[in-house]
Nanobody, 118 residues
């Protein structure tokens, strides 16, 4: 059974930082490209960061570029999202996604809430 479990969310003041983690189990982690999405209230889920299976290439949405960093540790089956210079517009539920590099297999975590407020 595949599981993706996000952690690290919470309440942070504007300008602060958080590090999200997504621990995967039940799959061969190194075969999956990993991504972080977020969904704010009343808005569609949006892709904000992605990383290749080996971690050698990343991409970011313009809204987070230069502030967020995605990384992965294939030995620990975990993907991370370092979020710096947070602002209230970053408030959302953050989800990780695993997409198989060849097959049409995709899995989602349950999400973790990030709230940026003073």
């Amino acid at each position: 059974q595949v599981q993706l479990v996000e952690s690290g969310g919470g309440l942070v003041q504007p300008g602060g930082s958080l590090r999200l983690s997504c621990a995967a189990s039940g799959l061969t982690f190194s075969n999956y490209a990993m991504s972080w999405y977020r969904q704010a209230p009343g808005k569609e889920r949006e892709l904000i960061a992605g990383i290749t299976t080996a971690g050698d290439s990343t991409n970011y949405a313009d809204s987070v570029k230069g502030r967020f960093t995605i990384s992965r540790d294939n030995a620990r089956n975990t993907v991370y999202l370092q979020m710096n210079s947070l602002n209230p517009e970053d408030t959302a539920v953050y989800f990780c996604n695993a997409q198989h590099r060849l097959l049409s297999e995709s899995y989602w975590g349950q999400g973790t809430q990030v709230t940026v407020s003073s």
